[in-house]
Structure formats: C-alpha cells, structure tokens
C-alpha cells in the first residue's frame, strides 16, 4: 500500500477529515491506525465525520472533548462522536491505536475496555491483508466486542470559567503546581469562595480532590513509561512516598505496586506494528 494514503490519514487526524470516504473506504465498517508515540505530543482540536475510538495499548494518553479531559490507560479507549471537537496529549511516550468506526450508536464520550483478544484483532487487521468478506467478517465481530464493552464516560471536568479554567489548565500542564487557593485567588483574582464553588459545582468535587486526580492520572503516565515509584509520585507533586501511595489508593483502588502488577500480567505482546490503514489488500 503506498505510503501517501498513510500520510494522509494521519495528517487526516490533525486537521479533520469532512468526507467518510476518505477515512474509512466502502464497504468497509472501520479502519485502524497503530502508532508509537516515543515523546510528549499534541494534538489540536479537531473533528471527523464518523466516530473515532482512541485506545492505548502502554502509556497514557489525555483527550479533551465538551469540557472535560478523558485519561486513557492502557486497556481502554474512549469514543468520540461524529462532528465532536476534540483534542489530545501525550505526556511522555505511548502506543495509541485510533479506530474510526462508520456506523457508532454512541451519542457521547464513551469508554470501552478493550480486551486483550480485541486489541489482537485490530493489530491484526491493521497489519495483514486480506480478501474484503474476510476483513469484514472480522470487523463485525470487532464491531460486536466493541459495543458489548461501552459506558458511558463523563470524563474529568474542565471549568469553563476563564479565570478558573487558567487554574484548571495550569495544573495539567505541570500536576506537582502546589500553589494553594489563597495563592490562586491573588493571581486570578478571584475570591477563595469562588474558585472552590465553582469547582463544587463543575467538577463535583472539591479543588484539592481534582487536583489529586490529575497528579494520580499524570503519574500512572510515568509509571507506564517505566519511573520509579517515588520518583514518579516527585514528579506529580508529593514530597513523600507514602502521601503519594495514599492519594494512588484513594483514587485507584489499590497502591502504585498493586496497579504495576496487575498492568505488567494483563499487558499485551504487541510486536512491531506499521501504523498502516485498516483496508483490504489491493
């Protein structure tokens, strides 16, 4: 296949692609790209005419789609509706596989877990070629594991309020910023009261509760990409392995070891994957 119709596609990420065709050919149902991400990237706002399910296979990857960002682990993936503005960030390295799919009942953000079987299925299409009623026999069945998986995801919300969407947007960029409300409220100027109400409100949390999600999301990055466990919790802002082990656990579920266990015996042996269209053979 020749390499242009790759750079389309993925230059087709970027920019957004208005016509179905040209991501996903007749009569096909979806198509795949698998890439590797080896550094910290960006993706700006965009859109596509057809739904997109963004899924990792290592690393982490964050999506900001209606005012929320999404934090994509490994073993998951998130769908985006057609004509949804959306961007994404890769905050160190990551093998991400995006899937556009024509035909999505999914009228929202949605997460899937992806199994390790479905994960093979579409790395497979990816690379292999086939005959066409081979290659949509298999797409159905991906089709099929895909919709057995959703729910629906609300995602970790952004405040739309300017002066508190700096604060918000801030933190993402660097979650180890321990500047405290009183600190933001003369930067912003903005009162104490209002800073925390609206984060109440937007979030349904508190300010120091969404903080701690977005320092336990950035560090579960660091951690797929192989730091130390003290060292990544520095890295996010705790000055202390065990107020790091602590906030993991409030928001995981088990501790920074647990997590690694359970990701190191589930991981996929993804290979070496050419981020080639999901098409069938010419």
Avoid at 29 to 46: F, G, K, Y
Avoid at 141 to 160: F, N, T
Avoid at 166 to 189: F, K, N
Avoid at 202 to 229: E, H, K
């Amino acid at each position: 296949m020749p390499d242009s119709l790759t750079l389309h596609t993925l230059e087709a990420e970027i920019h957004g692609v208005r016509d179905p065709e040209e991501l996903i050919p007749d009569p096909f149902l979806l198509t795949t790209i698998v890439r590797d991400q080896p550094s910290t990237a960006r993706w700006l706002e965009h859109s596509h005419a057809v739904a997109e399910l963004i899924w990792v296979i290592s690393g982490v990857v964050n999506v900001s789609v209606g005012g929320a960002i999404h934090v994509i682990r490994p073993g998951w993936g998130l769908i985006v509706p057609p004509d949804t503005r959306h961007g994404s960030q890769v905050m160190r390295s990551a093998r991400i596989g995006t899937t556009y799919l024509r035909d999505s009942q999914a009228g929202a953000p949605t997460s899937v877990r992806l199994s390790r079987a479905l994960m093979e299925m579409l790395q497979h299409l990816n690379e292999t070629p086939m005959e066409t009623d081979e290659r949509l026999r298999a797409q159905r069945v991906c089709l099929d594991m895909i919709g057995a998986s959703r729910s629906h995801s609300s995602g970790l919300p952004v405040p739309s309020d300017p002066r508190i969407s700096r604060i918000a947007r801030a933190i993402l960029a660097d979650p180890a910023d321990d500047r405290s409300l009183e600190q933001w409220s003369v930067i912003t100027g903005t009162s104490v009261s209002t800073i925390a109400r609206t984060f109440s409100e937007t979030a349904d949390m508190s300010f120091v509760r969404w903080r701690r999600q977005v320092r336990v999301n950035a560090a579960m990055s660091l951690l797929a990409a192989g730091l130390p466990v003290t060292a990544a919790g520095r890295r996010v802002g705790y000055h202390s392995p065990s107020a790091f082990v602590t906030a993991f656990r409030q928001e995981v579920g088990q501790t920074p070891g647990a997590y690694l266990k359970d990701r190191a015996s589930a991981c996929v042996d993804s290979g070496t994957f050419r981020p080639i269209r999901d098409i069938a053979s010419s």
